[in-house]
């Protein structure tokens, strides 16, 4: 009898809507996980009465994200959206059978993926995406994946998101080790259906990366100070005539901007602009051992 590659066992799957266990493993995690990292979290606008079908997506910069933003949401319940690779790690493939994540294959488009989140949405559930496509590297926030928008803009259902700060810092993806600190999670309402009719998908992706000018960023830490290198969009400073003067007023106001959303201990204390993209892996991250603070 042929033996069943995991790659086959996973696209045969029939992803259906979480069950009982979702609810238990939510309990767990808001009874020792969060007491351990601190989570908080808010509400901007309370969609866990809402019903019918719904997008939710977040930022993506820790190994536990998925922990922060779904036990909030009991009884609520979502089907996660994972990366392939994911469910090669033993300890993982059985706790995301058990929540039906639905998997993705990494940097490239998959039709089982967009059916399977198509029929559960269809069913009139929730899904949770990090659009991003994987967790940050260096904390900041990367480019959103190509046809997020068009996603949505198909299916016309309510799209709510949350804002993870503080995540980075407790559990970061280079290091295994817990860390003591402090998690927020904030949540609120990004689209309603009738902004996904009027917006066309390239406004809707351009909502979601909302920083003006900013190609990609990394922040390092020297010693108590968190410092951001960020390599600006060049092409669109270019076409807006923008002087070397304009462009670092530009670049503090976003600095400004995004500490107004940070915790006191995640403050971006300084903004230096990188005029070359940064050295990437295979895997698109960035090479952090080559840049210093």
Not at 45 to 69: C, M, Q, T, W
Request: contains cysteine.
């Amino acid at each position: 009898m042929e033996k069943v590659s995991v790659e086959k066992s996973i696209h045969r799957r029939k992803i259906s809507h979480p069950n009982w266990v979702y609810d238990v493993l939510g309990m767990v995690w808001k009874l020792f996980v969060y007491p351990k990292y601190h989570v908080h979290y808010n509400f901007r606008k309370d969609f866990r009465k809402e019903s019918g079908p719904f997008f939710f997506i977040s930022n993506h910069a820790s190994r536990l994200d998925y922990i922060f933003v779904g036990a909030p949401l009991l009884p609520l319940k979502m089907n996660f959206v994972a990366g392939y690779n994911e469910f090669h790690r033993s300890h993982l493939s059985l706790v995301f059978n058990l929540l039906r994540v639905i998997p993705k294959k990494n940097f490239t488009p998959d039709i089982y993926t967009v059916k399977e989140i198509s029929r559960v949405i269809n069913s009139g559930h929730g899904v949770c995406i990090f659009p991003e496509g994987m967790s940050s590297i260096s904390g900041a926030n990367q480019p959103v994946a190509l046809g997020t928008g068009k996603l949505f803009k198909h299916h016309k259902v309510p799209v709510y998101y949350s804002v993870i700060r503080g995540g980075y810092l407790t559990s970061p993806k280079y290091n295994l080790r817990d860390r003591t600190g402090y998690v927020e999670v904030e949540y609120d309402q990004l689209f309603t259906v009738e902004d996904l009719e009027r917006l066309s998908p390239a406004e809707i992706e351009a909502k979601i990366n909302n920083m003006p000018y900013v190609l990609e960023s990394l922040v390092l830490q020297k010693d108590t100070r968190l410092v951001a290198l960020v390599c600006p969009d060049f092409e669109a400073v270019d076409a807006d005539k923008l002087s070397q003067e304009q462009l670092e007023v530009v670049m503090e106001e976003n600095r400004k901007l995004v500490n107004a959303e940070l915790a006191a201990y995640e403050q971006i204390n300084e903004l230096r602009i990188y005029t070359h993209e940064f050295e990437k892996t295979p895997k698109k991250s960035i090479k952090r051992f080559l840049y210093e603070a």
